[in-house]
């Protein structure tokens, strides 16, 4: 059996657009945050998550000083260069340096992502000049 495709995981995120942001959820139409956004792609695309995160703060980041989501993907994602990441990869951003990072998106190209973020619904948006400064890992997911 073949992994997912990066085609069938751009289409799958592109799915969850508009679902509006709901910190700790992952239910496409209903409400997710940005790692709910990724763990739906997950169970659209290849299947049963691996496993499931536990509660978290919205400034967890900043309280632990931790960096969980990139330990959660070099467990469960392949690490891939920065400037190397496709269409269908996972993209994990820090806002400031000496944080860790934690905002998470699937690139729908090199020059695109699909990502949820407060006060807004999932949208894609180009990787701006910005965006790119702040991105500090990336991952493909398994199979690809």
């Known amino acids: 059996?073949?992994?997912p495709t990066r085609?069938?995981?751009?289409?799958?995120a592109r799915t969850w657009l508009g679902t509006p942001y709901l910190h700790q959820a992952s239910l496409r139409g209903v409400g997710c945050d940005c790692l709910g956004l990724v763990r739906g792609?997950?169970?659209?695309v290849i299947g049963p998550e691996p496993e499931k995160p536990?509660?978290?703060s919205a400034d967890w980041a900043e309280a632990s000083g931790v960096e969980s989501l990139a330990l959660a993907g070099q467990k469960?994602?392949?690490?891939?260069?920065?400037h190397d990441f496709d269409a269908g990869d996972v993209l994990l951003f820090r806002w400031r340096a000496n944080v860790?990072?934690?905002h998470i998106a699937i690139a729908t190209s090199r020059a695109t992502m699909v990502h949820a973020h407060e006060g807004a619904a999932v949208c894609e948006v180009a990787i701006s000049p910005w965006w790119r400064r702040k991105l500090a890992f990336a991952?493909?997911?398994?199979?690809?």
């Open 54 to 56: 536990g509660p978290y």
């Open 76 to 82: 469960h994602f392949h690490a891939i260069d920065v």
């Open 100 to 102: 860790p990072a934690k």
């Open 7 to 12: 085609e069938a995981l751009v289409a799958g």
């Open 139 to 144: 991952f493909s997911f398994p199979g690809v």
């Open 1 to 3: 059996m073949s992994g």
């Open 41 to 44: 792609v997950w169970r659209d």
